[in-house]
Protein backbone atom coordinates (compact mmCIF):
# COMPACT_ATOMS: atom_id res chain seq x y z
CA UNK A 1 0.00 0.00 0.00
CA UNK A 2 0.94 3.38 -0.84
CA UNK A 3 2.15 5.87 1.99
CA UNK A 4 1.90 9.64 1.50
CA UNK A 5 4.39 11.88 2.83
CA UNK A 6 3.33 14.50 5.53
CA UNK A 7 3.90 17.77 4.46
CA UNK A 8 6.67 19.87 6.21
CA UNK A 9 9.54 17.30 5.34
CA UNK A 10 12.61 18.65 3.90
CA UNK A 11 16.00 17.15 2.48
CA UNK A 12 18.82 18.68 0.33
CA UNK A 13 20.82 16.36 -1.97
CA UNK A 14 24.50 17.28 -2.87
CA UNK A 15 25.45 15.46 -6.21
CA UNK A 16 28.44 15.34 -7.54
CA UNK A 17 29.48 15.75 -10.93
CA UNK A 18 31.40 13.26 -13.06
CA UNK A 19 33.57 11.68 -16.15
CA UNK A 20 32.71 8.66 -18.28
CA UNK A 21 34.75 6.67 -20.21
CA UNK A 22 38.02 7.84 -18.97
CA UNK A 23 39.47 6.85 -22.42
CA UNK A 24 39.30 3.53 -22.84
CA UNK A 25 36.32 2.71 -20.83
CA UNK A 26 33.70 3.24 -23.18
CA UNK A 27 29.98 3.78 -21.49
CA UNK A 28 32.02 1.40 -18.60
CA UNK A 29 34.29 3.81 -16.62
CA UNK A 30 33.15 6.40 -14.62
CA UNK A 31 34.42 9.12 -11.83
CA UNK A 32 33.01 11.20 -9.56
CA UNK A 33 34.04 14.72 -9.12
CA UNK A 34 34.36 17.45 -6.95
CA UNK A 35 31.80 20.03 -8.36
CA UNK A 36 28.10 19.79 -6.93
CA UNK A 37 24.18 20.58 -7.62
CA UNK A 38 21.99 21.12 -4.99
CA UNK A 39 18.55 19.91 -4.52
CA UNK A 40 16.70 20.93 -1.76
CA UNK A 41 12.84 19.54 -1.68
CA UNK A 42 10.24 20.28 0.83
CA UNK A 43 6.71 18.27 0.73
CA UNK A 44 3.84 20.62 0.84
CA UNK A 45 -0.18 19.65 0.82
CA UNK A 46 -1.03 20.03 -2.97
CA UNK A 47 1.00 21.56 -6.32
CA UNK A 48 4.56 21.34 -7.74
CA UNK A 49 6.44 24.43 -7.17
CA UNK A 50 10.16 24.28 -9.40
CA UNK A 51 13.02 26.95 -9.26
CA UNK A 52 15.89 26.90 -11.07
CA UNK A 53 19.27 28.84 -10.07
CA UNK A 54 22.37 28.33 -11.74
CA UNK A 55 23.56 26.58 -14.58
CA UNK A 56 20.66 25.95 -16.99
CA UNK A 57 18.00 28.03 -15.57
CA UNK A 58 17.07 29.41 -19.07
CA UNK A 59 17.07 26.12 -20.57
CA UNK A 60 15.43 23.63 -18.10
CA UNK A 61 11.75 23.26 -18.01
CA UNK A 62 10.41 24.27 -14.65
CA UNK A 63 7.86 21.92 -14.31
CA UNK A 64 6.65 18.66 -14.05
CA UNK A 65 8.54 17.37 -16.62
CA UNK A 66 11.74 18.51 -15.54
CA UNK A 67 14.31 15.65 -14.67
CA UNK A 68 14.96 16.24 -11.27
CA UNK A 69 10.93 16.29 -10.85
CA UNK A 70 10.78 12.53 -13.08
CA UNK A 71 13.47 11.54 -10.55
CA UNK A 72 12.26 12.41 -6.99
CA UNK A 73 8.56 11.27 -8.60
CA UNK A 74 10.45 7.59 -9.60
CA UNK A 75 12.21 7.34 -6.19
CA UNK A 76 8.81 7.62 -4.29
CA UNK A 77 7.12 5.34 -6.43
CA UNK A 78 9.95 2.62 -6.16
CA UNK A 79 9.66 2.82 -2.38
CA UNK A 80 5.76 2.70 -2.12
CA UNK A 81 5.61 6.39 -0.86
CA UNK A 82 3.90 9.53 -2.37
CA UNK A 83 3.58 13.50 -1.69
CA UNK A 84 0.59 15.46 -1.99
CA UNK A 85 2.60 18.06 -3.13
CA UNK A 86 6.31 19.46 -3.67
CA UNK A 87 8.39 22.42 -3.61
CA UNK A 88 11.77 21.68 -5.66
CA UNK A 89 14.71 24.03 -5.62
CA UNK A 90 17.89 23.28 -8.00
CA UNK A 91 20.96 25.47 -7.16
CA UNK A 92 22.85 23.85 -10.89
CA UNK A 93 26.45 24.25 -10.83
CA UNK A 94 27.53 21.62 -13.06
CA UNK A 95 28.23 22.58 -16.35
CA UNK A 96 25.14 21.42 -18.63
CA UNK A 97 26.37 19.80 -22.28
CA UNK A 98 30.10 19.45 -21.40
CA UNK A 99 30.98 15.72 -20.55
CA UNK A 100 30.61 15.80 -16.63
CA UNK A 101 27.34 14.17 -16.37
CA UNK A 102 24.78 17.29 -15.47
CA UNK A 103 21.74 14.82 -16.88
CA UNK A 104 22.83 11.55 -14.40
CA UNK A 105 23.59 14.26 -11.46
CA UNK A 106 20.11 15.63 -11.93
CA UNK A 107 18.86 12.26 -12.13
CA UNK A 108 20.68 10.80 -9.01
CA UNK A 109 20.46 14.02 -7.01
CA UNK A 110 16.73 13.47 -7.64
CA UNK A 111 16.27 10.24 -6.43
CA UNK A 112 18.62 11.22 -3.54
CA UNK A 113 16.40 13.63 -2.39
CA UNK A 114 13.63 11.17 -2.49
CA UNK A 115 15.07 8.94 -0.88
CA UNK A 116 16.00 10.99 1.77
CA UNK A 117 12.61 11.88 2.33
CA UNK A 118 11.62 8.33 2.75
CA UNK A 119 13.78 7.87 5.35
CA UNK A 120 12.23 10.60 7.12
CA UNK A 121 9.40 8.93 7.55
CA UNK A 122 10.43 5.06 7.19
CA UNK A 123 14.35 4.13 7.28
CA UNK A 124 12.90 0.58 6.24
CA UNK A 125 12.19 1.92 2.84
CA UNK A 126 14.60 3.59 1.90
CA UNK A 127 16.51 2.42 -1.54
CA UNK A 128 20.10 1.30 -0.97
CA UNK A 129 22.87 2.23 -3.60
CA UNK A 130 22.35 -0.91 -6.01
CA UNK A 131 18.79 0.33 -6.64
CA UNK A 132 19.93 3.82 -7.01
CA UNK A 133 22.14 2.91 -9.29
CA UNK A 134 19.56 0.87 -11.30
CA UNK A 135 17.10 3.66 -11.58
CA UNK A 136 19.22 6.42 -11.94
CA UNK A 137 20.51 4.38 -15.02
CA UNK A 138 17.57 3.68 -16.72
CA UNK A 139 17.12 7.56 -16.98
CA UNK A 140 20.79 7.65 -18.75
CA UNK A 141 20.62 4.41 -20.72
CA UNK A 142 24.13 3.81 -19.57
CA UNK A 143 25.47 3.34 -16.15
CA UNK A 144 28.88 5.61 -15.65
CA UNK A 145 27.99 8.50 -14.96
CA UNK A 146 25.06 7.92 -12.64
CA UNK A 147 26.94 5.03 -11.47
CA UNK A 148 29.72 7.84 -10.27
CA UNK A 149 27.51 9.66 -8.34
CA UNK A 150 25.74 7.44 -6.97
CA UNK A 151 28.42 5.45 -5.23
CA UNK A 152 31.58 7.89 -5.75
CA UNK A 153 35.80 7.46 -6.49
CA UNK A 154 35.79 5.79 -9.76
CA UNK A 155 33.38 3.23 -10.87
CA UNK A 156 33.39 -0.15 -12.95
CA UNK A 157 29.71 -0.55 -14.22
CA UNK A 158 27.94 -2.33 -16.80
CA UNK A 159 24.53 -3.06 -18.33
CA UNK A 160 22.97 -6.89 -19.02
CA UNK A 161 21.14 -7.78 -22.07
CA UNK A 162 17.61 -7.18 -21.94
CA UNK A 163 16.10 -10.41 -22.00
CA UNK A 164 12.39 -9.21 -21.62
CA UNK A 165 11.20 -6.17 -23.48
CA UNK A 166 8.70 -5.52 -20.24
CA UNK A 167 11.09 -5.35 -17.92
CA UNK A 168 14.13 -2.78 -17.76
CA UNK A 169 17.52 -3.27 -18.41
CA UNK A 170 19.67 -4.40 -15.60
CA UNK A 171 22.78 -2.34 -14.27
CA UNK A 172 25.32 -2.36 -12.09
CA UNK A 173 28.44 -0.86 -10.83
CA UNK A 174 31.32 -0.97 -7.81
CA UNK A 175 32.79 1.23 -6.74
CA UNK A 176 37.10 1.86 -6.87
CA UNK A 177 39.16 3.46 -4.05
CA UNK A 178 41.28 6.26 -6.39
CA UNK A 179 45.13 6.03 -5.56
CA UNK A 180 45.27 8.88 -2.72
CA UNK A 181 48.21 10.82 -4.79
CA UNK A 182 45.99 10.75 -8.30
CA UNK A 183 44.23 14.79 -9.19
CA UNK A 184 41.63 15.46 -11.85
CA UNK A 185 42.29 18.85 -13.41
CA UNK A 186 39.22 19.73 -16.20
CA UNK A 187 39.39 22.11 -18.97
CA UNK A 188 35.67 23.62 -19.57
CA UNK A 189 35.20 24.98 -23.27
CA UNK A 190 31.99 27.64 -23.50
CA UNK A 191 31.39 25.56 -26.61
CA UNK A 192 28.47 22.52 -25.39
CA UNK A 193 28.18 19.74 -27.04
CA UNK A 194 25.59 17.34 -27.97
CA UNK A 195 26.00 13.58 -26.72
CA UNK A 196 23.56 11.51 -29.05
CA UNK A 197 25.05 13.96 -31.38
CA UNK A 198 28.69 12.52 -31.28
CA UNK A 199 27.30 9.18 -30.47
CA UNK A 200 26.07 9.51 -33.62
CA UNK A 201 29.65 9.41 -35.10
CA UNK A 202 30.72 6.01 -34.15
CA UNK A 203 30.53 3.02 -36.40
CA UNK A 204 28.93 0.27 -36.05
CA UNK A 205 31.09 -2.09 -36.18
CA UNK A 206 35.00 -1.56 -34.91
CA UNK A 207 37.93 -3.64 -35.67
CA UNK A 208 39.14 -7.08 -33.50
CA UNK A 209 42.04 -5.33 -33.10
CA UNK A 210 41.26 -2.01 -31.50
CA UNK A 211 38.52 -3.88 -29.47
CA UNK A 212 41.56 -5.69 -27.77
CA UNK A 213 43.07 -2.86 -27.47
CA UNK A 214 40.77 -0.72 -25.24
CA UNK A 215 39.91 -4.35 -23.23
CA UNK A 216 43.49 -4.15 -22.56
CA UNK A 217 43.74 -0.33 -21.55
CA UNK A 218 40.60 -0.19 -19.50
CA UNK A 219 41.89 -3.44 -17.28
CA UNK A 220 45.16 -1.40 -16.97
CA UNK A 221 43.22 1.84 -16.80
CA UNK A 222 41.56 -0.12 -13.37
CA UNK A 223 45.51 -1.14 -11.91
CA UNK A 224 46.48 2.47 -12.39
CA UNK A 225 44.00 4.48 -11.15
CA UNK A 226 43.69 2.38 -7.98
CA UNK A 227 47.60 0.94 -7.06
CA UNK A 228 49.79 2.15 -10.27
CA UNK A 229 49.14 6.19 -11.40
CA UNK A 230 52.89 6.09 -13.26
CA UNK A 231 50.80 3.83 -15.83
CA UNK A 232 47.76 6.17 -16.23
CA UNK A 233 48.98 7.71 -19.13
CA UNK A 234 49.55 4.33 -21.69
CA UNK A 235 46.21 3.56 -19.74
CA UNK A 236 44.08 6.22 -20.66
CA UNK A 237 45.28 5.31 -24.63
CA UNK A 238 41.38 4.61 -26.93
CA UNK A 239 40.65 3.74 -30.23
CA UNK A 240 37.03 3.57 -30.37
CA UNK A 241 35.54 6.48 -29.51
CA UNK A 242 37.66 10.19 -29.06
CA UNK A 243 39.44 9.81 -32.82
CA UNK A 244 35.90 8.98 -34.07
CA UNK A 245 34.51 12.23 -32.76
CA UNK A 246 37.24 14.55 -33.26
CA UNK A 247 36.01 16.18 -36.46
CA UNK A 248 33.03 17.52 -33.92
CA UNK A 249 35.70 18.57 -31.09
CA UNK A 250 38.30 19.97 -32.87
CA UNK A 251 39.38 22.04 -29.52
CA UNK A 252 39.65 19.31 -27.18
CA UNK A 253 41.24 16.97 -29.18
CA UNK A 254 43.88 19.79 -29.80
CA UNK A 255 44.00 20.04 -26.06
CA UNK A 256 43.98 15.76 -25.39
CA UNK A 257 47.13 15.44 -27.76
CA UNK A 258 48.68 18.65 -26.39
CA UNK A 259 48.59 17.13 -22.94
CA UNK A 260 49.60 13.71 -23.79
CA UNK A 261 52.46 15.27 -25.36
CA UNK A 262 53.50 16.60 -22.38
CA UNK A 263 52.87 13.72 -20.30
CA UNK A 264 49.51 14.16 -18.97
CA UNK A 265 47.01 11.23 -18.93
CA UNK A 266 44.29 13.71 -21.09
CA UNK A 267 41.00 12.35 -22.20
CA UNK A 268 37.59 13.67 -23.97
CA UNK A 269 35.56 13.62 -20.54
CA UNK A 270 32.06 11.65 -21.49
CA UNK A 271 31.02 13.03 -24.97
CA UNK A 272 32.92 16.51 -24.40
CA UNK A 273 33.64 19.26 -24.80
CA UNK A 274 35.30 18.94 -21.29
CA UNK A 275 39.03 17.60 -21.11
CA UNK A 276 39.88 15.69 -18.33
CA UNK A 277 43.52 15.44 -16.75
CA UNK A 278 44.34 12.62 -14.25
CA UNK A 279 47.84 13.46 -12.98
CA UNK A 280 49.56 12.84 -10.24
CA UNK A 281 52.08 16.53 -10.09
CA UNK A 282 50.39 19.96 -10.05
CA UNK A 283 48.95 20.86 -13.72
CA UNK A 284 51.84 22.99 -15.44
CA UNK A 285 51.49 26.92 -14.87
CA UNK A 286 52.56 27.67 -18.63
CA UNK A 287 49.69 24.85 -19.94
CA UNK A 288 47.14 26.63 -17.63
CA UNK A 289 47.63 29.95 -19.08
CA UNK A 290 47.80 28.93 -22.99
CA UNK A 291 44.49 27.25 -21.86
CA UNK A 292 42.73 29.81 -20.34
CA UNK A 293 43.90 32.08 -23.51
CA UNK A 294 42.42 29.44 -25.39
CA UNK A 295 39.11 30.31 -23.85
CA UNK A 296 38.94 27.07 -21.76
CA UNK A 297 37.74 27.39 -18.09
CA UNK A 298 40.84 25.07 -16.04
CA UNK A 299 39.18 23.29 -12.82
CA UNK A 300 41.11 22.12 -10.24
CA UNK A 301 39.14 19.26 -8.85
CA UNK A 302 38.75 16.32 -6.10
CA UNK A 303 38.32 13.01 -6.74
CA UNK A 304 34.28 12.69 -5.02
CA UNK A 305 32.50 10.64 -2.84
CA UNK A 306 28.72 9.89 -3.80
CA UNK A 307 25.55 11.65 -3.39
CA UNK A 308 24.64 12.67 0.03
CA UNK A 309 21.67 14.00 1.67
CA UNK A 310 20.68 15.97 5.05
Not at 131 to 138: K, P, R
Not at 265 to 273: F, K, L, N, Q
Request: hydrophobic share 45%; aromatic share 4%.
Amino acid sequence: MTQTLPAGLSVTARVPASSANLGPGFDTLGMALGLYDEISVTTTESGLSVRVEGEGADDVPWGPSHLVVRAIERGLEAAGVWAGGLDVVCRNVIPHSRGLGSSASAAVGGLAAANGLVALLDPALALDDEQMVQLSSEFEGHPDNAAASVLGGAVVSWSEDQVDEDLPRRFGAVRLEVHPSIRAVALVPEDRSSTSHTRGLLPELVPHGDAAFNASRAALAVVALTTRPDLLLVATEDRLHQQQRASALPVTTRWVAALRERGIAAVVSGAGPTVLALTTAPFPADLRSAVEADGLRVLDLKIADGVRTD
